[in-house]
């Protein structure tokens, strides 16, 4: 559907330029006689009064558009005495061209008010293809851990204004899980914005999320908005955020205390309405105990925590993930190999250091090297880390750590059956309940 | 008057829409220069026709000339959109210092009429200028900003750029995970959005990040991806990027005998392309091609061609990073 612009004709004059005007705008225009009938129209992208030579009675136009509740209107005339165009200002107009002087200006208003109603769909088509591409399907996997974060991510979407902590190594998939929450969310609508904290020293940092008034540094010529503003009725995703230096991370305090930002040389707060998620790969509680991040942020940013788990920790969810990349980059580099027991094998004992990021790469670069077939040795490159013997179990370790972690591995693969884990590990269910609590205490 | 000047203005635009940048340069050109200045819409439109055809130093005489007219008309709209005209045109002409002027003057008019697809174009030519002087986090800064700007107006081809344009600059920096990371969401969104070219970049880009990362064979099969993809395209300035990464590659792999061809045929299709950027790229690996073959005499005419294109362009940082690299290829 076309933008559509509505004019109310109080006069004649210059009315073979409206078309001409609304087609160089890619603007649908629609005649009326009336304000009702112009209503009926239902114009997207403004009205405007065409009243050369009649411009004293545009007031009653006007004030019926405004009554109402009609977008702004604009008036179009050729009298250029400014006491009546200041009437008409007053009276509730948008603003006013005197042709043929104000030609340009008035083709440059046909042009901005299309581009904000296309800008406005394209907006809504893209936030529908957004939530599709960033769909929970997006996080693939079965194991238990990874159930658990999403069904608690679940229960956190309905809660547009929670704060969400996602913790998790590097490669997890922290901020597809955040594109996951803002687009499945109540505030899908709405803008998401990401700022990685660690790309940007403290000082810019801080007036890149605050904002700032003009003159509040050298560089700061005219006020600009700051990152907390521009997420307002969306979701601002922190990554990173143990990185974030204390200075700041008081002032991000204040921010999730109070739900109001200062910019940076103003006297005045600005209310904001947004979801804050944040993520880290840092260890939290610890960097808490060592006196790098502030316990009162952690705390305020702990409302909802969700820990994505390692890849090395989600059993066949290995198998799962590498068929779905299979499948993508077979049609991408338009081969079909299939996955072999032994590549299987090959995935299962490596122990994915770089995570999902890291199997993405693996199954790639198999799909480019390989000759229609995948090869083992094409998996990694020839010193990649991750090989047996360099994961998370440290190499050499004592017995009873491998045999605990091999413990803990089997039974994400046989998706909690004990019984089953057991047998596959050839050691009686006892022992292997011996295996998993020895974990749990050493993990707490 | 009026109505004849919409009818040729609306028959511009449509061109314009169309891509057809050569048809409404011809026929703007035929156009007497006074009647050309006296509507701005019609110098608009030629200086982006002409930018698109890479033409940047008549577009900016173009612009130029009209920056009075423009300026007095108290059209803003006009002003802003010739003030991006005139930033991009002067980045290619490699004229920084003014070109960061005029697109910071348009990136606060916009941000003070709020017209949002204004503040990404500006955004993104500030990132270009803070990227080609080395300030990576200003760079970085201002793509982030236009990333939150092309996602709110649902324009995904604009977030696809920025994510590009965040992959180059996070390589520069050094942080290669960030810029694969970069990269394989500039690839996933002009997968959707883009034209089949735009994917090309990304995945070259790619490619040289592997070989960085010392993952070599993946960095061929990957530039030979990209390559193949590039042969099926019109585009000079694609084929030319292709070919110049899986040349760059071998060279370094396999040596200069397997690298020449593929570096040649960079070469004839950046002429072609008549981007000053990319044919500073080739001239500078085929001087490292030819240190490497032992032919210092040849090598130092690319050098100097080299050093001159990104001197034109004033990609200083680049010439000095060159350069490092050169002197380091001649001792060795």
Known sequence: MSARIAIIRASDSFSDVWPQLASFAGAKLEVAATVGEARSLQATCGVLIAAGGVEDTVHEVLRELRSARAPEAVVVGADTNYRLVAAILQAGAGDYFAMPADYGLCRSWFVERVERVTDRRKAERFAADERQRFDFSRLIGNSTRLQTALRRTARVIPKGNATVLITGETGTGKELLARAIHYNGVRSSGPFVEINCTTLPENLLEAELFGYEAGAFTDARSPKPGLFEVANGGTLFLDEIGELSTSLQAKLLRVLEERRVRRLGSIRDTEIDLRIVAATHVNLPEAVRQGSFRQDLYYRLNTVPIHLPALRERGDDVIVIAQHFLKRFSEEYEVSPPLTPEIRRALLAHTWPGNVRELRNAIERAVLLGDGRLYVEDLFPEDAPGGVGSGPIPFPARMEVIQQAAASAMLERCRGNKSEAAKMLGISRKHLYTLLAAQEVKRD | ?332
């Open chain 2, 1 to 332: 008057m009026i109505e004849g000047l919409t009818s040729t203005v609306a028959a511009l635009q449509t061109l314009f829409r169309a891509r057809e940048y050569q048809e409404v340069v011809d026929r703007l050109r035929e156009v007497d220069p006074s009647i050309l200045m006296a509507d701005p819409e019609l110098v608009l439109i030629l200086a982006a026709s002409l930018q698109y055809l890479f033409l940047p130093v008549e577009a900016a005489e173009i612009l130029r000339r009209a920056e009075i007219p423009i300026r007095v008309s108290n059209n803003r709209s006009h002003l802003r959109r010739w003030q991006n005209l005139m930033g991009n045109a002067l980045i290619e002409q490699g004229r920084l210092d003014e070109a960061r002027e005029v697109l910071s003057e348009c990136l606060a008019s916009a941000e003070e009429a709020n017209r949002m697809r204004v503040i990404g174009y500006a955004s993104n030519g500030l990132g270009v200028v803070a990227s080609l002087r080395g300030e990576v986090e200003e760079a970085v800064r201002l793509y982030t900003r236009a990333i939150a700007v092309w996602q709110q107006l649902g324009d995904g081809w604009g977030v696809g750029s920025a994510h590009y344009n965040l992959g180059l600059t996070f390589r520069e920096w050094g942080r290669l995970n960030d810029a694969v990371a970069h990269f394989a969401l500039a690839e996933e969104y002009y997968s959707t959005n883009g034209t089949p070219a735009e994917r090309v970049y990304p995945t070259a880009e790619r490619a040289m990040l592997y070989m960085d990362l010392g993952d070599e064979e993946m960095a061929e099969r990957l530039a030979m991806a990209a390559v193949e993809r590039s042969e099926e395209l019109p585009n000079p300035l694609i084929r030319a990027a292709a070919a110049k990464v899986l040349g760059a590659i071998r060279l370094r792999r396999r040596g200069p005998a397997a690298a020449r061809q593929w570096l040649e045929a960079a070469a004839v299709a950046a002429e072609h392309s008549a981007n000053p950027l990319i044919k500073a790229e080739v001239e500078e690996e085929l001087a490292i091609l030819e240190l490497h073959s032992g032919r210092r005499q040849r090598a130092e005419v690319h050098r100097a061609r080299s050093c001159e294109l990104y001197g034109s362009i004033g990609a200083n940082r680049h010439v000095q990073r060159f350069e490092e690299r050169y002197a380091s290829v001649s001792i060795s």
